[in-house]
């Protein structure tokens, strides 16, 4: 028998439902229509131009219903219905309302959805502007809706095999055969959803996963002109919106791997903004192979070279989102990566095997059929030519993709490994240096050519004047990175090397853009962007090279260090430090003092620590700097135990100060501490506690006392009492018990604490003594603030701000060219009308 | 020939002796048996905490040194020295992945990544490490 639940809201869901199979089937319609009107282009053009029309509808129907099953997964978390799964699993009623929206993109659906409605955007702006590549570019681009449609269409069939997982999932469907469900008012049980894991409560959570997948998304767009291209055996209409497509996408996904760099660095633990971690080299691949497509493409406009390579790069970079939504979805990572991503398991793995066989099958046989018949040059190109070089680049930063690939890729194909070696591949144990080694000579090498290429011309260009101009770059480039390298005590000759490639990008496009563009803005974007690259690469160095802990911990167990290999690892883990409150510690340059913590956890449930920075001046021994950091923590959150921190960090122009709490005094320990009986007389007596002193004020009777509710007849008294710390930054504080005389015959108390210090005061009693002479007899009681402290990391990253500058430079010089390209498409279209 | 290829194939030549090279750099999973015969040498062991056994940590005194017990994929038992603060949750962990070397009998980690189950079966990757 089927129970009748109570209190649920089934609307929302069916209506939910509904819209997930209303785009489902109108993407499904908008690729047959696609499709039936390419097919009869040629033989029946009346007929192809109404299935185009029908096609357009199925997709804007589409788009309207993506937007649906939005709105309405929207307000189901908004209205905090539990009974459905994805509210329950990432909602909380306590949840602040900004990250309402960052609750769709921390499931599995959610983040489908979020990509899905990028594309059904995009989609629209193709459908729009493709002209005569329209049908053949929707067809892809409706194709892999219906794909995406798949993912949360939640369909079962015969029971045991499951396509896909619909967001609209009821609480009672996912959990099937708990048993609170056979109560017919469970609904009375489940008063707050599990919530959004705190790690990611911050604002990024709101700015980057948008910016990340509208980055994934675009990637559909030059893969879909590449595709309709090759289709149609006609390589010319597709470039311009290719180029402007891609360099939109460069622009964007850069600009969100980078903020995914930031966030980790600004909120996060994980000690850096870059860690070779699988998750960010997932993203990091398609956005190399983009490039790498973006600079052949332009070769082949300018020369009418290297089209297959073009087109493949921007296949590639297609399925490489694919395959790093695999890497990063379905768990396969599990041992190797840091993010927290949950595997959704079995189904999904061979759901998107699935889909990367059908997309690669698809783009391998229209390649292999237009293989022979795409056009070459058969002329070699000129050794000083731009192409060449350019060229070069390219084929070396794929390569360079190939190797962050393989290792990525570690767990994929390590049980195979093990088939054919029986051993058991596992990362290297120092990834950082393993991807470093390899990669500085990649960032030599394409750093070399991203600044040399500007100078050169397309077909040929003079030896002499590139010559001199490119003599006059290197000279100044070496005087700077000697210079440089020398202050900064870079003693390693690649990275030597590195800071003269870095040096040499900034001079020459500098050079470049002043001397020969003479500032034509709109001719600037290459040489901006190439300008953004050397200073990134220079960032990177810097930050990284001299990157540094200053916290160390001198005390405690010795570790035992006989293995030479394991030095290092060992250096990098002794970098905790405690700081006992009040007690100053050495810090870098600095003295570290912890202050104390903010009294109670603020609104989002933080626990604020206070550490005070003092750097002295050796001769003077006076202060010549001051700061306060606030490095955070979510104590014992949900479900965990210890805490989750957040770091704080100081910014100077040249280096920052990262610092993060690591570990924090249990303040939820059993209280031992006694009370203390004090006779307070006279205005001025002092008690002394722990970490300060009491002065008495002698007794009021003025009541500003929220707490005390007057009541007729009451005689109250109060002992007015200041708190003053030994600590300069920590503000007087007023502790006021009060002694109250009710109705002449019984006395109650209203004590007064001060939980920052652990101080409690009762007023006990009042010995009068005369008229003007009374006595307060005052318990204090003052647990051990001695044993609050926290354990501190603190690093130092030098020049960061360096790679930050070089990556808006960069984006900004993506968008100078998208500017340029759209400009000059608009003038054409102008002109052609007059 | 042409120039194009000749850099071509350079290249890929170099790629390919580059990733047979990075080969050598992987590391691989191991027991406490075999990584015992390779003292002083970084791998991975993979293994189970053992929660019969103590754990000691003490914040205060060094906030870097975590030790305890940990059984090996063969059923092994070991002594654990991780020189760093005591990962969150390591007493739910129904996995751990350690990345050490083995010394004088003792496993000194200077990495540990956990899997914990979720409340409701789903797996999750938790985060355990120190560098």
């Not at chain 1, 790093?324 to 999904?348: C, E, M, N, P, Y």
Request: hydrophobic letters at 45%; charged letters at 15%; one cysteine or more.
């Amino acid at each position: 028998m089927d129970t009748q639940y109570l209190g649920e809201h089934l609307r929302p869901g069916q209506l939910g439902h509904f819209f997930v199979i209303i785009s489902f089937v109108a993407a499904l319609f908008s690729t047959f229509s696609y499709l039936r009107a390419v097919f009869t282009e040629k033989s029946n053009p009346l007929s192809s131009q109404s299935w185009l029309v029908m096609g357009r509808g199925g997709f804007v129907l589409h788009t309207a219903s993506v937007i649906g099953i939005f709105s309405t997964l929207f307000y189901i978390i908004q209205n905090h219905l539990f009974e459905y799964h994805y509210a329950y699993e990432h909602s909380s009623l306590s949840l602040p309302p900004q990250y309402l929206l960052s609750c769709f993109w921390e499931g599995q659906q959610g983040s489908f959805m979020l990509w899905m409605f990028w594309h059904s955007v995009l989609g629209l702006v193709v459908m729009r502007t493709a002209k005569s590549l329209e049908t053949r570019t929707m067809v892809i681009i409706s194709f892999v809706q219906v794909i995406l449609g798949t993912m949360i269409l939640g369909f079962y069939f015969g029971g045991d095999i499951k396509i896909g997982s619909t967001p609209f999932m009821l609480l009672r469907h996912a959990m099937q055969g708990a048993p609170i469900f056979a109560m017919a008012n469970y609904m009375d049980f489940i008063k707050d959803g599990n919530g959004l894991n705190v790690l990611l409560q911050n604002y990024w959570m709101v700015i980057h996963p948008p910016i990340l997948f509208l980055g994934f998304a675009l990637t559909l767009i030059p893969f879909a002109y590449s595709i309709a291209a090759l289709w149609k055996g006609e390589y010319k209409d597709f470039i311009k919106p290719t180029i402007a497509w891609s360099l939109l996408n460069g622009a964007v996904l850069g600009t969100g791997i980078m903020m995914g760099g930031a966030w980790a660095y600004e909120s996060l633990n994980f000690g850096g903004y870059w860690a070779w971690d699988p998750v960010e080299n997932a993203s990091l691949v398609p956005w190399l192979v983009l490039i790498s497509g973006l600079h052949t493409i332009l070769i082949y406009r300018a020369t009418g070279r290297a089209l297959p390579i073009t087109i493949i790069f921007f296949i590639l970079t297609h399925m490489l989102i694919w395959y790093s939504t695999f890497l990063t979805r379905t768990g396969i990572l599990g041992k190797t990566s840091v993010h927290a991503f949950t595997g959704d398991g079995q189904a999904l793995y061979y759901h998107l095997l699935v889909v990367m066989g059908v997309l690669l099958a698809i783009s391998l046989g229209l390649l292999i059929w237009r293989w022979k018949g795409m056009p070459r040059i058969k002329t070699e190109e000129e050794g000083l030519s731009r192409e060449f070089w350019m060229f070069i680049g390219s084929i070396v930063i794929f390569l360079a993709s190939i190797q962050i690939t393989v290792t990525t890729s570690i767990p994929v194909w390590a049980p195979l490994a093990k088939w054919i070696s029986g051993k058991d591949f596992a990362p290297p144990t120092d990834v950082m240096a393993h991807y470093n080694g390899i990669q500085v000579f990649v960032a030599v090498i394409v750093g070399l050519l991203a600044a040399t290429v500007i100078f050169m011309k397309y077909k040929n260009t003079d030896a002499k004047t590139l010559g001199k101009h490119l003599g006059i770059t290197a000279l100044i480039a070496l005087v700077m990175s000697v210079l440089i390298g020398w202050g900064q005590h870079i003693t390693m000759w690649q990275y030597d090397l590195m800071l003269f490639t870095s040096c040499y990008g900034i001079v020459a496009t500098i050079y470049y853009g002043i001397m020969l563009q003479k500032f034509k803005f709109k001719k600037l974007g290459p040489t901006v962007a190439h300008l953004g690259f050397a200073a990134v690469l220079l960032g990177i160095l810097l930050s990284s090279y001299n990157k540094h802990t200053i916290t160390y911990n001198n005390t405690g167990v010795p570790f035992n260090a006989d293995a030479e290999a394991s030095k290092k690892s060992m250096d990098d883990n002794r970098e905790n430090e405690v700081l006992s409150k009040g007690v100053p510690a050495i810090v870098g340059d600095f003295q570290a003092t912890y202050i104390g913590d903010s009294d109670v956890a603020g609104k989002d449930r933080r626990v604020y620590y206070k550490v005070s920075f003092d750097r002295y001046d050796m001769q003077t021994k006076k202060v010549v700097e001051h700061f306060m950091l606030y490095p955070d923590a979510f104590i014992n959150p949900k479900g965990m135990q210890g805490l989750s921190a957040n770091p704080s960090t100081q910014h100077y122009w040249d280096h920052d100060i990262f610092t993060y709490i690591t570990g924090a005094a249990d303040k939820g320990r059993e209280d031992t501490a006694t009370y203390q009986r004090y006779l307070l007389s006279k205005p001025g007596d002092t008690i002394t506690v722990k970490n300060g002193f009491l002065v008495y004020n002698g007794l009021g009777k003025v009541f500003t006392e929220s707490r005390y509710v007057p009541v007729e007849g009451d005689l109250p008294v109060q002992a007015k009492l200041t708190f003053y710390s030994k600590f300069p930054d920590v503000p007087s504080r007023e502790l006021n018990p009060l002694y109250i005389l009710r109705d002449r015959k019984f006395i109650t108390y209203l004590d007064d604490t001060l939980p920052s210090m652990g101080l409690y005061a009762h007023f006990a009693n009042l010995i009068v003594k005369s008229q003007n002479e009374a006595t307060a007899e005052v318990l204090i009681r003052q647990t051990e603030p001695i044993d609050d402290f926290i354990v501190l990391k603190a690093l130092v990253f030098p020049y960061i701000n360096v790679l930050w500058l070089g990556v808006i430079i960069m984006v900004f010089g993506f968008f100078i060219s998208l500017g340029d390209l759209i400009s000059r498409a608009g003038k054409k279209v102008m002109d052609a009308k007059a | 020939m042409k120039k194009t290829h000749i850099v071509l194939l350079v290249l890929v030549v170099i790629t390919i002796s580059v990733i047979i090279s990075v080969f050598l750099d992987f590391s691989t999973y191991e027991t406490f048996a075999s990584a015992s015969k390779q003292p002083g040498k970084n791998i991975y062991v993979i293994g189970f905490l053992d929660k019969e056994k103590e754990m000691i940590y003490n914040q205060k005194e060094d906030p870097n040194h975590f030790t305890f017990y940990a059984k090996d994929k063969s059923g092994n038992l070991n002594k654990v020295v991780f020189n760093g603060e005591k990962p969150r949750d390591i007493e739910k962990s129904e996995q751990i992945v350690m990345m050490g070397y083995i010394d004088a009998g003792t496993f000194h980690c200077s990495r540990i990544q956990m899997k914990c189950p979720s409340k409701y079966k789903k797996d999750m990757v938790a985060v355990g490490s120190s560098s």
